[in-house]
Structure formats: structure tokens, C-alpha cells
């Protein structure tokens, strides 16, 4: 599990941790799993029938994917950022799958590849957030989401290239989520950076069944509207 941070970096502890209410989820906050998936480890996949058993199976052999270093990525449609399927799953099955680790007592956290950077280029100005860095880089399981959703520059590539190889190298999982297609993942990351997913994850392109978000905010309609 990941340790507590400073008081003045990423979450608003004091009121967190005192609370009995919010103990049990304590571990969810500092594995940076937002409030709205704390509750779905058990919850059906809502996603195109080929990626549900996918990830089902890789869930279910989570014992051998622990010890072989597999990995995962989630890719968008074919028509990659010209058709974003945004809602389509691929964030609530990476979160699924920390779940199901966090569950087994394996270190996780996730975050995007935004908050990723914007961590790094704090550290510059505040060191005490590096041991954070490392820690998070270092997890068994790393969900990072949004890949793609950052200015390209040399030092980007370079230092997310570098983390990846890192990692694979530990074999610890990584878990990647974008909407970007193949060509533009290779437009944008390189093909190092590419090589090395290839031979680490499996790519699954999920395919949009039905919005998760879209779904769950007619849910919460329909259960206000019966109220009232």
C-alpha cells in the first residue's frame, strides 16, 4: 500500500483518517481510486462480450500475471481520437483490476498520465515529493489512464519510456488506458516505448456496449425521480 504522503501534497487527509465512516476506504484514497468505483470488484464488466472475457480471464489468473509481469492495455476504437469512446468501460476495468489486487494484498495505485507528470515537475521544486514518485513507480500493480493527454515533449517520452522499462524489467504490471488507436500511440510515444507494451501487455480494444457514465447517471435519475 502506498504510504501516506505529506499533508500538503495530494489529498486532504485530516478529516479522512479521523473518520470511522471512511477507515475501511482508506486504502482505496491513498491507491488514488476515486469515490465512484470504491464498490465494483464485484461488479459485471458492461463491455463488449470478446474484452469482458479478456479481462475475466486475466482477473481470474491474476496469481500467474502477478509472478509472469503481464500487463495490460486498453486501447480506443479504430478511429482512435477522431471517435473517442469515452465512457466505454476501459477506466472502470482497470480500476477492476486494481480492486481485485488490492484484494490479494498486492501494492496498487492509479492515476493519470497528467497527474503522473504534474507529480515530476512538482518534485522540482518540492524533493519531498520524490520518495511519493518512487513508491507509486514501483507498485505491483500501476493503472495510468489518459495516456496521450500531455504535451509531447523529449523529456515526456523519455521519462515515461524509462519508467515503463523499469518496471517491466521488476515485472511488475502495468495497466495502460487510452483512446488512442495503435498508429497513434506509436505517433506519440515511439516505438521503444511501443517495443516494450507489445512484449509486456496484452492490448484489448474495448469496444463501446453501452456508456458506463451515461448508464449511471440515468440510474441516479431514476432513483431521485421515485423519491420525489
Known sequence: ???????????????LFRSKKYKKYSSFV????????????????????????????????????????IGLLFMGSEEGLRNPNNGAGKSFSGIKVLLNALDKNWTVHYLTMHGYFNLIYRSKQKSNLLPLIEEIENVDFLVIDEVGKINRTEYVIAKFEDMIRDRASKLLKTVI????????LNDTLGKSVMDIMKHTMVAIQ??????????????????ISEEL
Not at 1 to 15: D, E, G, V
Open 1 to 15: 500500500m502506498i504510504r501516506r504522503p505529506p499533508r500538503s501534497t495530494l489529498f486532504p487527509y485530516t478529516t
Open 30 to 69: 491513498i491507491s488514488g481510486i476515486q469515490r465512484e468505483f470504491w464498490d465494483i470488484k464485484d461488479s459485471p464488466l458492461n463491455i463488449d462480450d470478446i474484452s469482458k472475457k479478456k479481462i475475466g480471464t486475466y482477473i481470474s489468473k491474476l496469481d500467474s500475471v502477478y509472478e509472469k509481469g
Open 177 to 184: 488506458i487510452t483512446n488512442m488507436n495503435s498508429r497513434e
Open 206 to 223: 474495448i469496444k463501446r456496449n453501452s456508456s458506463y457514465r451515461k448508464e449511471k447517471f440515468l440510474n441516479l435519475k431514476k432513483e
